[in-house]
């Protein structure tokens, strides 16, 4: 197949709030840096959020989920679900639905300190690996109702699941991810065994399993409250990090916070079949609609998936588009052009977004005449 052959479908929901705006943002960033690449890319907007409860009954219409089985890689914007109703069969949790129902098994989070942004170390460069289809979350854990219950007045009781299959297959994803170019063979795994014996003592277990499978990587592990710790003070020695559900989005914002905020911060969620793009960061109502919100971490989740899209042979363009679309990022925050608040600057999410796609083009051009 010649690359001007290529063709990929990308489905997109735009999720709530600030959604729609930093979502358009990627897709025209990957646009571009997937037509520099030569792969175009058939967009497939689908209803999604509030937004689609007025016209098609549900944040998240059957529909859809039946479309997106049939399209590997999507782009979710944030949703604004603390907001829902509850109760309300309407207003699924699209991003919890979809991680569970389609065995998204791993969020996939990296931080790393960027040149130009106030950064508490400047070499921060680690990836949170966060079992996503159980754990803490009420509902991810149960088959049916909610894993949340409140027998009176006065008490809520919580169920948390951990499980062998989840545990070990979350595990092997960090082994893997430690091989990768440019990471340094070495998984962390972040845990509460000593109080929660049996739950944290099954995941540390399985981390242990499947650190003998890779006698390349080093595997270490510390209680998440100590570990809490030496992720603000000691930020430069983590590499990967592997733990569960709860703990890892609690983290993972966390080690945002080290390299510049919410606004730089973006993530995978990968199963056997398909992955979806999602920044760590929320549906911001609090600048929804002002046309600040910064772009970068969602494109970067963008840039992921086509790192994930580009792993076998036949899209390995969109894996160069991705690296693309990083050193854009690179240049723009490193030359403190057009930066939107939150990064310090006065510039629009449309502003930014153009001074990537510049940044893109002129490195097409350079790779052209170098
Ligand atoms: P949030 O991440 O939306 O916002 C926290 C703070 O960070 C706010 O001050 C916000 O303005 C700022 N911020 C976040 N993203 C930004 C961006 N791209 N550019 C500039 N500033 C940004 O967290 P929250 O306020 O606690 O939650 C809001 C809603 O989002 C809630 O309904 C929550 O349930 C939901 N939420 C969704 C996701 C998701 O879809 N992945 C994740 C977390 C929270």
């Known amino acids: 197949m010649t690359a001007a052959a290529q063709r990929v479908t990308i489905a997109v929901l735009e999720g709530d709030d600030i959604g729609p705006e930093v979502v358009a943002a990627t897709v025209e960033v990957l646009e571009q840096a997937a037509r520099i690449r030569g792969v175009a890319i058939d967009w497939e907007w689908l209803p999604s959020g509030t937004a689609a409860v007025r016209e098609h009954g549900s944040t998240l219409p059957d529909a859809v989920v039946a479309r997106l089985r049939e399209i590997p890689g999507w782009i979710l914007g944030p949703v604004g679900h603390h907001a829902y109703p509850m109760g309300d069969l309407r207003f699924r949790n699209p991003s919890g639905y979809l991680r569970k129902n389609f065995e998204l098994y791993s969020n996939v989070r990296p931080s790393r300190s960027w040149p130009g942004v106030a950064s508490v170390s400047d070499a921060v460069d680690l990836v949170i690996v966060r079992e996503n289809t159980e754990g803490f979350y009420a509902d991810r854990n149960v088959l049916d109702g909610n894993g949340e219950f409140r027998p009176d007045e006065d008490m809520v009781i919580s169920l948390r699941v951990v499980t062998r299959r989840a545990s070990m297959r979350v595990a092997r994803q960090a082994f893997e991810l430690a091989r990768y170019r440019g990471r340094h063979r070495k998984v962390t795994a972040v845990h ?41 003070t000691r930020p430069a020695e983590h590499d990967v990090i592997v733990t569960t559900n709860m703990f890892g989005d609690i983290l993972s914002d966390a080690s945002a916070g080290l390299v510049g905020g919410l606004g730089l911060a973006p993530g995978l969620n990968i199963g056997e079949d398909h992955a979806m793009a999602q920044a760590v960061h929320g549906s911001a ?46 240049r723009v925050l490193s030359a403190r052009d057009r930066l939107t608040p939150d990064l310090g600057g006065t510039a629009s999410t449309t502003a930014l977004t153009a001074s990537i796609v510049t940044q893109l083009d002129s490195g097409a051009t350079e790779a052209a005449t170098a």
């Open 285 to 330: 109502p609090d600048i929804s609609g002002r046309g600040i919100a910064n772009p970068i971490a969602e494109i970067l989740s963008g840039a992921l998936l086509f790192g994930w899209l580009g792993r076998g042979a036949g899209l390995g363009a969109l894996r160069d588009a991705g690296h693309d679309i990083d050193a854009a990022v690179a």
């Open 192 to 232: 509460k065994a000593n109080v929660l014996r049996r739950g944290d003592g099954l995941f540390l277990a399985c981390c242990r399993e499947v650190a003998a499978e890779y006698s390349d990587i080093k595997l270490d592990d510390f209680l998440v409250d100590a570990f809490a710790m030496r992720l603000i």
